[in-house]
């Protein structure tokens, strides 16, 4: 079966950094589009940054273009996403997902992933 299982979460303080990572297995890894997502209480699920098979094309949504870097090592079947200068209002739950097919834009259409992660906890404090 498929399975996404994301780490690295935690409690840190305002301006700090944390490195998540997705570790994938039951798929043929360089197939799927990668993408990370995040969603805190009472809000709807936020596409954050998503990347190609290849690593080459990324994207990023403006809440934080700039402080987060999204990759993947095909070779270890694992996607990367680097949090720095971490603000109050990144804390949220965070999941990794994969889809079938690439496109700009696909990082705000949660409904093309086809596998999802069961979610690592971010808290940042002020």
């Known amino acids: 079966q498929v399975q996404l299982v994301e780490s690295g979460g935690g409690s840190v303080q305002a301006g700090g950094s944390l490195r998540l990572a997705c570790a994938a297995s039951?798929?043929?890894?360089?197939?799927?589009?990668l993408g990370w997502f995040r969603q805190a209480p009472g809000k709807e699920r936020e596409g954050i940054s998503c990347?190609?098979?290849?690593?080459?094309?990324?994207e990023y949504a403006d809440s934080v273009k700039g402080r987060f870097t999204i990759s993947r090592d095909n070779a270890k079947n694992t996607l990367y996403l680097q949090m720095n200068s971490l603000k109050p209002e990144d804390t949220a739950m965070y999941y990794c997902?994969?889809?079938?097919?690439?496109?700009?834009?696909?990082?705000?259409?949660?409904?093309?992933?086809?596998?999802w992660g069961q979610g690592t906890q971010v808290t940042v404090s002020s």
């Open positions: 039951g798929l043929t890894f360089d197939d799927y589009a």
């Open positions: 990347i190609n098979w290849s690593g080459r094309t990324t």
């Open positions: 997902a994969a889809a079938t097919h690439y496109y700009p834009g696909i990082c705000s259409s949660p409904m093309e992933y086809a596998y």
